[in-house]
C-alpha cells in the first residue's frame, strides 16, 4: 500500500519512509519540483520512495496522479501551503483527514484569534484587513500601537510588518498594496511582548500530549526574521502544566482533534499568546531534533493518524534524553549563492555540528527579511537545549557564504 504526500517539508522524508515502512507501506511524494528536496532526496535510495512529478497548485491534476496509485492508503500533509489541498483531495478519495472545516480555520489567522479571543484563550481579537493602504491605516489606528499586521494565510515569517509608530504605520502603507500574499486578506492584532516558543504535540480523538517546549531567537525589531531554535527547553513544573492544558484548549477550539501540531506562542507576562497554529510537525529540522532527543521516530505519529489510527507514540515513554540547537544561516547581501566557506571547520566544534542546505549553488538570494533568505541550517547537540544552542550558534559563525551578483550565473561552489 501506499502513502502519498502532496509536497513536503525541506526536510524530514527520510524519518517519514522509515514510519511508513514500519507500517507496512510505501511513501509516494508528489511535488511540482523536486529539486526542494534535493538534500534528501540524494540521500535516499530510489527504491524508498516515489517521486511523481505534478503541478500540485491543481488540484484535479494531483487527483489524477493519486487516481493512477491503485493501492493509495493515507494522505500525507505536512505544510500550510498545501493543507487545502491535502485535505480536499483526502475527503476526495475517502481517507482520514483533519476535515475541510479544520483546514479553512488553520489557514486563517483572523478566525484562529477570534476563536481563541471567544474562548478567553487570548487577550484581545483580531480585524480582518483588505491589503490596502487605508484599510491598514484605518486597523492599525483600531489596533494601537504596537500592532503586527501580516499575511491572514502566510508562512516562513512572509508578509509580516510590525508597527511600533506613525513611520511604521506609512512604511507598511505603502508596502502593503504591492506584497505578494497567500491569503487575500491581511490580519490585524496587537503585538504580544515575549520570547517566542513553540509546543509541538500529538493530538488523537480531541486528547492532546505535549512532546516538548522549543524556543525561538529572533533578529531585533521590526524584522524579528529567525535566526535560531532550541529543543527541549525546560520551563517550571507549574508553568509546563499549564501549558499542557492550555495547548489542548487552543487546539480543541480550533477544532483539531487528531495529528502532529506545532503551535507558536510568545511568553508573556502575563501568560502564553498564540503567535499561530500549525496542524503538522515542525518544519526546518525540528522534528529531526525532537526525534534525537526523544530517542524515538516521532514521524510515526503522521504516518499513523494519516491512516487514521491511534499514533503509536503516545503508548511511548517520550522523556528527552539530549538537547539540540539549530542555527539559520542567511547571506549578509542580496546575491547568487556560489557555495558555502568553513564547513569543513564544522568538526572542530563541540556537539558535533551538521550541516543541512536548504539552498542549492546558483539559487538566487533576495529575500533578506524572512526565511527565504536562509541557505542552510546548523544543527548541533548538547546535554540540554542550552548547551546545544550555544554550540549550534558557533559552529554556525565559522560558516560563510560565497555569493556572486545576481546577474552572474555560478557553475561552481566553495565549501
Request: charged share 25%.
Amino acid at each position: 500500500m501506499t502513502i502519498a504526500l502532496v509536497e513536503s517539508l525541506t526536510f524530514g522524508l527520510a524519518r517519514l519512509r522509515d514510519a511508513a515502512a514500519e507500517a507496512g507501506h510505501r511513501l509516494c511524494l508528489l511535488t511540482r519540483d523536486r529539486s526542494w528536496y534535493a538534500w534528501e532526496l540524494d540521500r535516499l535510495a530510489p527504491h524508498d520512495l516515489t517521486v511523481v512529478d505534478v503541478d500540485t497548485t491543481d488540484v484535479r491534476a494531483c487527483a489524477e496522479a493519486l487516481d493512477r496509485l491503485d493501492d493509495l492508503a493515507a494522505l500525507v500533509n505536512s505544510t500550510d501551503t498545501w493543507m487545502l489541498t491535502g485535505a480536499e483531495l483526502a475527503d476526495r478519495f475517502g481517507l482520514p483527514t483533519l476535515g475541510l472545516d479544520t483546514a479553512r480555520t488553520l489557514r486563517d489567522k483572523v478566525e484562529v484569534r477570534t476563536r481563541l479571543h471567544r474562548a478567553g484563550l487570548s487577550r484581545a481579537a483580531a480585524i480582518r484587513v483588505p491589503p490596502t493602504a487605508r484599510a491598514l491605516t484605518d486597523a492599525v489606528a483600531a489596533v494601537g500601537y504596537p500592532a503586527i499586521v501580516k499575511d491572514a494565510a502566510g508562512t516562513s515569517s512572509r508578509g509580516v510588518w510590525l508597527i511600533r509608530d506613525d513611520t511604521e504605520r506609512d512604511r507598511a502603507a505603502r508596502e502593503v498594496p504591492a506584497a505578494t500574499l497567500l491569503g487575500r486578506h491581511l490580519v490585524a492584532e496587537p503585538y504580544f511582548p515575549g520570547p517566542v516558543y513553540s509546543a509541538e504535540t500529538v493530538t488523537w480523538q480531541g486528547r492532546t500530549t505535549l512532546l516538548g517546549v522549543a524556543v525561538h531567537v529572533h533578529t531585533p525589531e521590526p524584522v524579528r526574521r529567525e535566526e535560531a531554535v532550541a529543543f527541549p527547553v525546560a520551563l517550571p513544573a507549574a508553568e509546563l502544566d499549564h501549558l499542557r492544558s492550555w495547548i489542548g484548549a487552543v487546539l480543541a477550539t480550533v477544532g483539531f482533534r487528531a495529528g502532529v501540531a506545532h503551535t507558536e506562542f510568545a511568553r508573556t507576562p502575563d501568560g502564553p499568546e498564540v503567535v499561530e497554529v500549525n496542524g503538522r510537525i515542525a518544519g526546518a529540522v525540528i522534528g529531526e531534533m525532537m526525534c534525537r532527543s526523544l530517542e524515538t521516530n516521532v514521524y510515526t505519529a503522521v504516518v499513523d493518524t494519516a491512516l487514521g489510527r491511534r499514533p503509536r507514540l503516545l503508548d511511548t515513554p517520550v522523556t528527552p534524553r539530549r538537547g539540540f540547537g539549530m542555527t539559520f544561516l542567511h547571506p549578509p547581501v542580496p546575491g547568487r549563492l556560489a557555495g558555502w566557506r568553513g564547513t569543513e571547520r564544522l568538526a572542530l566544534f563541540p556537539g558535533h555540528p551538521e550541516f543541512f542546505p536548504t539552498a542549492r549553488v546558483g539559487d538566487p538570494i533576495v529575500h533578506l527579511a524572512d526565511q527565504r533568505g536562509c541557505t542552510a541550517l546548523v544543527l548541533a547537540e548538547g546535554p540540554t537545549a542550552e548547551l546545544g544552542l550555544y554550540h549550534s550558534l558557533a559552529a554556525a559563525g565559522t560558516v560563510g557564504h560565497d555569493l556572486r551578483p545576481l546577474d552572474a550565473p555560478t557553475t561552481g561552489a566553495t565549501a
